[in-house]
Structures are given as C-alpha cells and as structure tokens.
C-alpha cells in the first residue's frame, strides 16, 4: 500500500492523506485500523486512475458507503 504512493506526487500525497484523514474523521476511525487502510488505499488507488483529484474526498466517501 505504502509503496504506492512512491509514484504519487507530493501535492497528490498531501491529497490523499487530507482525504482520508477527514474520511476516517467522519467515520470515527484511526488510519492504522482496517477502516483506514481501506479508505488509504481506495485514495490511492482513485488519485493514480482519476484526472478529477478535486472531488477524492467525495468519491471516497461514494465508494466506502456501505451497502443500502
């Protein structure tokens, strides 16, 4: 998971961090729990196939709800 955010930039870096943190804040949760590292690697993973790094926190959000 770590190793792919070698090949972010470090504005996407800071995106993704910034993104997941209010997620986890959001959802009561820490980024070390399984929650987390969820929410960090759908980030990392929408950064590196998404042109749109304005709306992650909103698509993160979209793609971590639990199913209705």
Same mark, same amino acid.
């Given at each position: 998971?770590?190793?792919?955010?070698?090949?972010?930039?470090?504005?996407? #870096?800071? @995106? %993704?961090?910034?993104?997941? /943190?209010?997620?986890? $804040?959001a959802?009561?949760?820490?980024?070390?729990?399984?929650?987390g590292?969820?929410?960090?690697?759908?980030? #990392?993973d @929408? %950064?590196?196939?998404?042109? /749109?790094?304005?709306? $992650?926190?909103?698509?993160?959000?979209?793609?971590?709800?639990?199913?209705?």
């Amino acid at each position: 998971m770590l190793q792919s955010l070698i090949s972010l930039s470090d504005a996407e #870096i800071e @995106l %993704v961090t910034d993104a997941v /943190n209010e997620w986890c $804040l959001a959802n009561h949760c820490v980024v070390g729990s399984s929650a987390g590292h969820r929410a960090l690697t759908t980030a #990392i993973d @929408l %950064v590196q196939h998404r042109n /749109n790094a304005s709306l $992650l926190s909103e698509e993160l959000t979209s793609r971590l709800l639990p199913p209705s």
